[in-house]
């Protein structure tokens, strides 16, 4: 890792004194935002502001109104803003977010950082040299955080406790804009950073987030009817509440990780095809032994959880 550090720029041991950027203020940015204000910049001493762009202007009014960020700017104007930033949180759509760093490549402040929330990588850091100035610090990560609902109105620091954040460092980010960073997201609440390339993130994630997706949407849909949640008894719920989906955004992240998606998709089949297959035959030895599996298995990967 190269390039040195302009102290007359940021003070990275410092994080109470920069400048925070967030571009869309939705449920994940204005959670970022809560929790920077509560987290780091609610100190003594603190000199640091936050600034964030959105379509919404209702969503800055209120999180103005919130005291969490100090200043507003619409998308015509976020070129000033970008301008002041240390940090930059781009908070879109995958898509959204190429188009973004492409379309406003020149506005960055000259050493600063740029992070991403993404649910698919491998596209976007292929983009990167074409689409952000070498003078510009990429570090993309992904926050194994969220919640079935929408909107600035329901972000809250609290969704970041005890979470999983996901880096990518590339070989051109600055040691010491990983470090920083790397403190931040702790300091914001997640309690294990996990360092991977986007091809290994992009086919991770295909199976524990996207394939779940898929799933919960499949076995809502395949209800009789509405009302058979009267004789549910919480299996149904735990299992469905991912289900009611951001569609637009979902949508998106299945189609841009499709490869990977499909190919759990087809083990995932496989799976309840052998299930199934136990059933129809009555092979109750096979079936006990199949769950007796699946149940070693889980407790496996709690042991990586905890």
Request: net charge negative; aromatic share 8%; glycine share 8%.
């Amino acid at each position: 890792m190269s390039g040195q550090l302009n102290r007359e720029d940021a003070s990275w041991d410092s994080p109470q004194s920069l400048t925070y950027g967030f571009v869309g203020l939705g449920l994940m940015g204005g959670s970022f935002a809560r929790a920077i204000r509560e987290r780091v910049l609610d100190r003594p001493g603190s000199t640091g502001r936050i600034l964030a762009c959105d379509v919404n202007a209702a969503s800055l009014a209120q999180s103005a109104a919130d005291g969490i960020i100090d200043q507003g700017f619409a998308s015509q104007t976020v070129a000033g803003m970008l301008s002041q930033c240390h940090l930059v949180f781009i908070c879109l759509y995958p898509h959204a977010t190429v188009e973004f760093m492409a379309e406003h490549r020149d506005c960055f402040r000259p050493g600063s950082i740029v992070t991403d929330i993404s649910g698919v990588k491998t596209e976007i850091i292929r983009q990167l040299p074409a689409i952000l100035r070498p003078d510009v610090d990429f570090i993309s990560g992904h926050p194994m955080a969220g919640s079935e609902k929408e909107g600035y109105t329901h972000a809250s620091a609290k969704i970041f406790r005890g979470r999983n954040y996901i880096l990518m460092p590339l070989e051109q980010n600055r040691s010491e804009h990983l470090e920083f960073f790397k403190n931040l997201v702790t300091d914001l609440g997640f309690s294990r950073i996990i360092e991977t390339n986007a091809q290994v993130h992009d086919h991770k994630i295909a199976f524990t987030s996207q394939l779940c997706h898929v799933i919960a949407a499949a076995l809502v849909d395949s209800a009789e009817d509405t009302q058979i949640t009267a004789f549910g008894g919480g299996s149904f719920e735990d299992l469905t509440r991912i289900a009611m989906i951001n569609a637009p955004l979902w949508t998106e992240l299945f189609v841009a990780n499709k490869a990977e998606l499909l190919n759990h998709i087809d083990s995932f089949q496989q799976s309840l095809a052998q299930l199934r297959q136990c059933l129809e035959t009555d092979d109750q030895k096979t079936l006990c032994q199949l769950l007796e599996g699946v149940r070693t298995k889980r407790i496996a990967m709690s042991r990586i959880e905890g």
